[in-house]
């Protein structure tokens, strides 16, 4: 199955209402329909969207693959994000339709396997991380400036300051980031329930402690974890987070001595992984189309997405 996330000038989403007699009828889906045998993906993307809803696709790139088993059937969502178009969107099978803002997507009653493309369609494609070696306001300097310049999503990672530090730090700029952008601390758990705004990042080491144990709070609140192999991307979708950083993909300063994985090796990774991953590690803005071809959400960074960089 191919299927859109088709975004307005606006940034608004557009969705639309299955007909009751279909398969998880009465609920909201990604536009979209079949592929027929050796048609290709984007072909059919734009075959399906010009028999729904009277439009003519002009760009369109890959967002991501879900693989999803339902009691009765099992689906594969061949998802694209959809930016241009000509002609009004309309119902052209009868389909009540709805634009949507991104955050108001969690509003919306989904069939099970489109939760990973609401969150895709939720991010951003670049996830900044701070680096770990500054002092308390030179983050902050550095955040609003990120900000500033239109950084969606921040990990505020500060790997050398005390507990104590950390959490006057986080309060600042959580205050920052507020109806801005999403934050995501680390630490332990224990802290979630200081930060009620905040999403969590998790360590390896978190995932493979916490995994068994399954989510450790609703899907109103954000969930990543940083994964450097196969076994931690099992692990975090067993978990059920909603996003991960694969790393490291090319070599880098902050971690000399870890074995790259190389574009290859990180593609074949991704297949078969359901959740957005932002690829980290010697990468930068002029790599995002690159990670979106191989299956990725796009592309984390510390220097690369710092204002002073």
């Known amino acids: 199955m191919a299927a859109a996330v088709i975004r307005g000038v606006d940034g608004r989403v557009l969705i639309a209402r299955r007909p009751e007699d279909k398969h998880q009828g009465g609920l909201w889906e990604f ?3 079949k592929v027929e045998e050796g048609e290709a993906v984007r072909d059919a993307l ?6 729904e809803l009277g439009i003519r696709v002009s760009a369109a790139r890959p967002l991501i693959q879900v693989h999803h088993d339902y009691p009765d059937k099992q689906v594969l969502l061949d998802v694209w994000e959809v930016a241009g178009f ?8 009868g389909q009540p339709l709805a634009w ?3 955050r108001e997507l969690v509003n919306y009653e989904f069939p099970e396997a489109n939760a990973p493309i609401v969150a895709a369609a939720r991010l951003p494609d670049r996830y900044l991380v701070t680096p770990g070696d500054l002092e308390p306001q030179a983050l902050l300097a550095g955040v609003k400036a990120a900000l500033a310049g239109g950084v969606r999503l921040i990990q505020l990672r500060a790997p050398t300051m005390f507990d104590a530090q950390y959490r006057d730090l986080a309060v600042d700029i959580q205050g920052l980031c507020a109806g801005k952008a999403q934050l995501m601390l680390k630490g332990p758990l224990e802290w979630l329930g200081d930060f009620p705004a905040a999403g969590w990042h998790l360590t390896a080491r978190q995932l493979r402690k ?4 399954g989510r450790p709070f609703p899907r109103e609140r954000w969930l990543a974890a940083s994964c450097h192999c196969a076994e931690e991307l099992q692990l975090a979708q067993a978990m059920g987070v909603d996003f991960v950083t694969l790393s490291p993909v090319e070599a880098t300063q902050t971690h000399p001595d870890a074995a790259p994985l190389g574009w290859e090796r990180a593609e074949e990774m991704l297949k078969g992984f359901n ?4 690829l980290l590690g010697g990468v930068g803005p002029a790599d995002i189309e690159r990670a979106w ?5 796009g ?6 997405f710092w204002p002073e960089a």
Not at 86 to 93: S, V
């Open 275 to 278: 959740q957005p991953v932002y």
């Open 293 to 297: 071809q191989v299956g990725a959400q």
């Open 100 to 102: 949507v803002s991104p």
């Open 86 to 93: 000509t002609g009004e969107p309309h119902g052209a099978e």
């Open 299 to 304: 592309v984390a960074g510390i220097r690369a």
């Open 210 to 213: 916490y995994a068994p144990n």
């Open 46 to 51: 734009c075959r399906e969207l010009e028999e």
């Open 31 to 33: 536009p979209g329909g």
